[in-house]
């Protein structure tokens, strides 16, 4: 059963860091595009970040940028998503995707979520004092 499992969520003080894995199993994550979104109650699911298939092309949403890293290891299966500088507006659920779309910015990965194939069954960020 293909499947994509995160973990590495939790609770972080603010300016703290983590580091969330996206493990692929019953596919290879090699031919797939991998992106992260994130969601808070009575809101939408939000693309933060994308990684092209090859791994050459990353896309962060401005809230983001400069903060979290987005990586891909074929050989292990996994997407990562490093975070640092974790602000209280960051705490959310984050799901991580895996699809064969190709995206040149991050407001289209987000039109275009039906695309991700597989999704995540997320995984719980708090950030607070």
């Known amino acids: 059963q293909a499947q994509l499992v995160e973990s590495g969520g939790g609770l972080v003080q603010p300016g703290g860091s983590l580091r969330l894995s996206c493990a692929a199993s019953g596919f290879t994550l090699d031919l797939y595009a991998g992106g992260w979104f994130r969601q808070v109650i009575g809101k939408e699911r939000e693309g933060i970040a994308y990684i092209s298939s090859g791994g050459a092309a990353t896309l962060y949403a401005d809230s983001v940028k400069g903060r979290f890293t987005i990586s891909k290891d074929d050989a292990k299966n996994t997407v990562y998503l490093q975070m640092k500088d974790l602000k209280p507006e960051d705490t959310a659920v984050y799901y991580c995707?895996?699809?064969?779309?190709?995206?040149?910015?991050?407001?289209?990965?987000?039109?275009?979520?039906?695309?991700?194939?597989?999704w995540g069954q997320g995984t719980q960020v708090t950030v607070s004092p």
């Open positions: 995707a895996a699809g064969l779309g190709h995206f040149s910015d991050i407001g289209t990965m987000n039109k275009n979520r039906h695309m991700y194939t597989y």
